[in-house]
């Protein structure tokens, strides 16, 4: 009896034995199961992760517009330039520099002289003409050296806005002259104009109106159109390089100097000037010029670098420049300089009387009727 219990015994273990590594075998086998449909899980987020991650790389090559290679043949050019460090001028002649360098991997190298350390300004472009010199960074320069017929677009009072010197400047009009400095002074407009700000005055004595210019010693530089206009209006133009502006000031050479804010604050005017007045006779504009031929010697990817490189530097001078001329404005008060908005219609009425003068004279690309449409946005 004892046996047969005992084998019972035995048997029953052995039964609950088999059922627990059933059970076992069971839940490893679900485990399993799972972990390889994590891991299946996983690897399908992953690809799909992957796939959008390539796919989000695609579109932001795409929307770069990257320029292809190869970049075999390498460069390197100078820019000169008479802006100060530190203006949004320089600061945008050395971005277009690092991504014209970045566009091209490495083949293209542009140094950027600042400061006048190079060159002055008529000297650039005669070095551009001839191919001394690559690139230079200034205004609308060729107006006055090579289109005296189009001074128009640095005629004091005339253009008082952004949008109409952009409206005018790109116009079929303009064009014609752009071509004429491609074609026959070897000078290209690398990516159109950007703002640079309003010029306005500084003076030791207070302008609040057109009769207060009387007698006052203004350093202009040799322009010739601004010089005739200013004198019209009854100050007294002195050519002075901007360079000795600030000595001549003090040395009493000078009573006075016009330009933008960021010009007078980057030679520190307001420690030699009692008055800043927002005339605003000029909406100054500023560029990048290029030798003619080394552009259209170049393969068509690199002239790509140099356009794509080049819009993208002058959109950012135009934002930085815009963006920052108040602060200028504020800096000079703070120096100070007393602040003045003058009554500007004395200026303009004669400023008037100057423009019908050159349109008859000299200024025989276009009539005022025609200019002042195209500013408006007409034609």
């Not at 001329?325 to 008060?333: A, F, P, R």
Request: negative net charge.
């Amino acid at each position: 009896m004892k046996k047969k219990l005992l084998a019972l015994v035995l048997m029953a273990a052995m039964v609950l034995s088999l059922a627990a590594c059933g059970g076992d075998k069971k839940e490893t086998t679900k485990a399993a199961e799972e972990k390889t449909t994590k891991a299946a899980e996983e690897k399908t987020t992953k690809a799909a992760e992957e796939k959008t991650t390539a796919a989000g790389d695609e579109t932001t090559k795409a929307a770069a517009g990257e320029i292809e290679g190869p970049f075999d043949e390498k460069y390197t050019w100078s820019l000169a330039t008479t802006y100060a460090t530190g203006t949004p001028m320089v600061d945008a002649y050395y971005k277009f520099a690092d991504l014209m360098n970045e566009y091209s991997d490495g083949a293209i190298t542009l140094n950027v002289f600042p400061d006048s350390s190079l060159m002055g300004e008529n000297d650039s472009f005669l070095a551009l003409k001839s191919g001394e010199l690559e690139f230079c960074g200034f205004g609308p320069t060729p107006f006055y050296l090579y289109s005296e017929d189009y001074g128009f677009m640095l005629a004091p009072f005339l253009i008082e806005t952004r949008e109409a010197y952009n409206n005018l400047y790109n116009s079929d009009l303009v064009e014609q002259a752009k071509e004429l400095w491609r074609t026959e002074y070897n000078t290209r407009d690398v990516a159109g104009m950007a703002y640079r700000g309003y010029r306005n005055m500084s003076c030791n004595k207070a302008i609040n109106s057109v009769d207060d210019l009387k007698g006052v010693k203004l350093r202009l530089n040799d322009n010739q159109l601004w010089s005739e206009s200013w004198s019209a209006l009854g100050a007294t133009p002195v050519p002075i390089a901007l360079g000795e502006l600030y000595t001549s000031i003090q040395n009493g050479a000078a009573d006075a100097s016009e330009g933008p804010w960021e010009q007078m604050k980057s030679i520190n005017l307001e420690e030699v000037q009692d008055y800043i007045i927002e005339t605003k006779h000029i909406c100054e504009s500023v560029g990048m010029w290029m030798a003619e031929d080394l552009y259209q010697s170049l393969p068509d990817n690199y002239k790509a670098v140099v356009d794509k490189a080049g819009q993208e530097a002058i959109d950012y001078l135009e934002k930085e420049a815009i963006a920052r001329e108040d602060d200028y404005k504020q800096q000079l008060i703070d120096g100070g300089c007393e602040f003045i908005e003058p009554d500007l219609s004395g200026f303009k009425e004669k400023a008037e009387a100057i423009w019908a003068d050159y349109f008859k004279s000299t200024w025989t690309a276009s009539t005022l009727e025609e200019v002042q449409a195209i500013m408006a946005g007409e034609q």
